[in-house]
C-alpha cells in the first residue's frame, strides 16, 4: 500500500518506520523540507514539502 504520512517529527516518523517495515511504501510530507529528507534518509520512499504537494496536485 501507498501510505503518505503528513508531518516528519518524532511520532510522523516512528509511525513510518513501523509501516515502511510492515512492507508499505511511505512517503513523508513536512512544512520543512529539511524535516522531510531526514525522514526519508531512514529509509522510506520519498519527501516532499506541503506547498510542493499542493503545487504539484491537479
Not at 518506520?17 to 526519508?40: I, P
Not at 522510506?44 to 503545487?55: D, I, Q, S
Request: glycine share 16%; charged share 20%; with cysteine.
Amino acid at each position: 500500500m501507498k501510505i503518505g504520512i503528513i508531518g516528519a517529527g518524532n511520532m510522523g516518523r516512528a509511525i513510518g518506520v513501523r509501516l515502511y517495515h510492515a512492507g508499505h511504501e511511505v512517503t513523508f510530507g513536512s512544512r520543512r523540507a529539511a524535516q522531510a529528507a531526514e525522514a526519508a534518509s531512514l529509509g522510506r520512499e520519498g519527501a516532499w514539502t506541503c506547498p510542493e504537494k499542493v503545487e504539484s496536485t491537479n
